[in-house]
Each structure stands twice: as C-alpha cells, then as structure tokens.
C-alpha cells in the first residue's frame, strides 16, 4: 500500500502547483511517452539520465533546417544572416532561464565538455598562455584543486587529468556512510592552497541538494574559483547563476527536454575573456599571421568550427516550455514524487533508499540497492513491467564505493510523470525479491 501523501497545492512564489490531471496535459506534448514497452505503457523514470522531448522542441530544430539552414557568423547572405539572427536569440533564451548575460553562454557539445574546457583553460594558462590577464587560473605544484566524493565522473576526472598536467595537487570532501557531504571537515580540507573548487549542485546519484552557499562562501574566503556542475539542478529547479554566486556552471541541453549534442557553460564575464580558448580554429579569432593569432572576446573565443546549431534553437525551445510551466511549479511536483517515492519504498523489505535520510533536501530520485538481487537484474525486471530505470554506478564509482555497493538502481523523475508512475514503479520493485528468489 502506497502511503497517500498531499500533494502541495501552491509553491513558493504562491502560483498554484502542478497535479496529476495537469501533467496528464503535459504529457501529451511528448510523443514517445503513449508508447508501450513490453505490453505495458511505458513509465519512464530515468530522465536523470536524458529527458524525453516535448513535440514542440522536435519542431524548432525541424523548423530551423526547412528555413533558416546556413553557417553562421561568417555569409553576409539571407539565410546566413538570419541562421546567425536564430542562433543568437537562442543564445539569449537559454542564457536568461539561468540569468546569465548572453556573452556569458558558451555552447559546448555537453556538460562533460564544458567542464574539461574550463580544466584546460587552466592547463593552457599553466602552460604560459593567455599573458597576464590568465594569471589567476595558472596552477603548478603546491596549488590544490578539491572536488567532493560525490562527483559524477565528469566533474572529476578533468580535474585528476589538470593535476596530473599542471604538478597541483588534488583533495577531496569525503562523504558520511549514508552519502551526504561531509561540511564539517569541508573547512579543514578547503584552505589557503586552493585555487578551484568543483562540485556538484545535485547528485546524480542520489538527488540530494549541496549546500552551495557555504561551499562558495569557503572558496571565496582563500581566493579560489568556484565550478558548480548544474546538469541535475539546472532541469528540476529554479536556478539563477547570480543568486548562486559560481564562478562556472556546466550543464546540457538533453537532460532538460532539448536535443543531444548542446551544452552551455556559465562564466562570470571577466573571467571568460581572461581565459585562454580551449579549442581553436575558425571563426574563433580576429587576426591570424603565420606566426600567431588574437582571439575574439567570449563566447566566441570558446567556439571554434561549425556550431550546434539546431540544437541551440531546439534547447531554447525546452528552456521557454519549462520557463511557460514554471520551475517552482516543477521542483514541487518533483519534491512530491520523490516524497512518495521514498515513503512506499520505506515499507517494502529488502529494499534500501540510499543516500541520506527521508525528508533531506532533494529532487524526485530513489536511489536503491534489493537485498539479494543485482540491479541489472532488478532494471530488466522493471523493463518487464514497462518500467525504465537507470541501473549501475551512475559515472559515480567513488560514490558507490564509499555507500557500500558497486551498482544501484535509480528511479528519476521529471514534470511529466505522474502519482500512478510511481505507484507502478513502487509495485514493480514489491515484486523484485520474490520473483528471484531472493531470502526473506
């Protein structure tokens, strides 16, 4: 029996809440979901991994090569000049749902390239580029760059690769056994050696919320650059990058209802145009010699070559629908999915919640380890039942390692699914154990 659990009625900005018959609307914006996996209809409960796409987004980027189709920033014909006109509006689009400046909006490919063109800008800068503007993102032996344990390997292994080129040395904030940061030894681990503190806004594991104003009030207080990696925050909840007071912030285009292959990088404006391009080539640059080039100011300077295109007009397609529906109204409804999720799995056995206790701060995942079962065992089990899961360790094995498992199922939320996906998931997991086998 699924515990019955009000759902909000109003968020916080006072504007009435999502429920069920609205998101019920909602769906039907999104082709793929009137589908049936297996015999069943389709639950689909791993947008942590990638969104569906509503019918809308489809069409922007459909849209963009029936009309608008041509290279941009560099023909001085129609199609051109409009394709740059398009392309740039959703540059502003995207930019303004974060309330970033739209010269401070890289596209990259992903959140995974954002994140290394910020870790070799510093290795660039360590290298002797970008003159004395770049000085405060040169690191050598005896600079420390942290991490945290919890990192998606994303968010970790561009930062292992820049020490191991630049001679610094890297630290990280362990977690407790039940995967929430450890602060209290955040103070003692970031200190007067740090010069870049990565984190994630949101574990992709667990769905629990970092406390980012006190790790940014603690690399402020020695000096250091703050990276957030927002791909699980950004999606699911308000996020305004000012408020947040990050110096970076990476996060992409297809966990957030927009196309694969686009990305963007946050980056206070001052620090872009300090920093040393990461890739280089064309349309990047204002003056090439034999001997050497000069570089456009931000973005440009960080897109090199052809650009995504259709895929930024496509992501500002899915950052206007989300910005219509409203990420207060999201992030409630997702609270409330997650709620309910959690309470219905605390009365089945055999089955652990990982990460920290009930009630902690997080988005609408269910992280879980089935006594007795392996989780792929567990997803094709769901899959069965039309139920689709994340299984695995997520990119996160230090996370895993450090909770006691080398693999979870995970069940993410997103503003289409409804009560009754969970419930179907709920009784999907009651029937796991029994059917394998598995030891009461």
Known sequence: MVPVLPAPTTTRNAVPALDDAEVLRIRNDFPILSRDINGAPLVYLDSGATSQKPQCVLEAEQHFYERYNAAVH??????????TDVFEDARET???FVNAGADELVWTSNATEALNLVAYSFSNASAGRGGAAAERFRLGPGDEIVVTELEHHANLIPWQELAFRTGATLRYIPVSADGALRMDLAADIVGPRTRVLAFAHVSNVLGTLNDVGALVALARSVGALTVLDACQSVPHLPVDVKAL???????SGHKMLGPTGIGALYGRRELLNAMPPFLTGGSMITTVT??????????????AGTQRISQAVALAAAASYLSEIGMDRIAAWEEHLGQRMAAGLAQLPGIRLLGPPAGTGRIGTATIEVEGVHPHDVGQFLDSRGVAVRVGHHCAQPLHRALGVSASTRASTYLYN????VDAFLDAVSGVRGFFGAQA
Do not use: I, N, Q
């Open 290 to 303: 034999m001997e050497r080039a000069e570089f456009l100011p931000a973005p440009t300077r960080f897109e």
């Open 74 to 83: 560099r023909g001085a014909h129609s199609l051109a000049v409009e394709a």
């Open 245 to 251: 007071d990050v110096d970076f912030l990476a996060f």
């Open 94 to 96: 995207v930019a303004r």
């Open 418 to 421: 409804t009560t009754a996906d």
